[in-house]
C-alpha cells in the first residue's frame, strides 16, 4: 500500500499451484524493476528479500520501512 500510495504500481502474484521460480520469471518477461519476496522463513526474521531486476545480488531488508527501502532502491539515480 506505502509504494502505491507512492506512485509505484505493485503486481501481487498471489497465483498458486505455481514455484516461486515460476513466478520470478513471469516477473522479469513482463519488466518488474524490482522484486520483493515475502516468504515465511523471511517474515519470521521480520525481513523481506529485494531484487533490482537489473542485478543478480538479493538483500534483505527489515520489513519495517521496506517500502522506503524499495523507493530508493527504484529511484533513478539508485543504480
Known amino acids: 500500500e506505502a509504494l502505491t500510495r507512492a506512485g509505484h504500481e505493485v503486481l501481487y502474484d498471489d497465483r498458486t499451484g505455481l514455484s516461486a521460480g515460476v513466478k520470478f520469471n513471469d516477473a522479469d518477461l ?3 524493476p524490482l522484486r520483493l519476496t515475502f516468504s515465511q522463513r523471511n517474515l519470521k526474521q521480520s525481513r523481506v528479500e529485494a531484487k533490482l531486476r537489473t542485478s543478480d545480488a538479493r538483500e534483505m531488508i527489515p520489513i519495517d520501512g521496506a517500502a522506503n527501502d524499495a523507493r530508493q532502491m527504484l ?3 539508485a543504480s
Open 30 to 32: 513482463i519488466g518488474c
Open 75 to 77: 529511484a533513478p539515480d
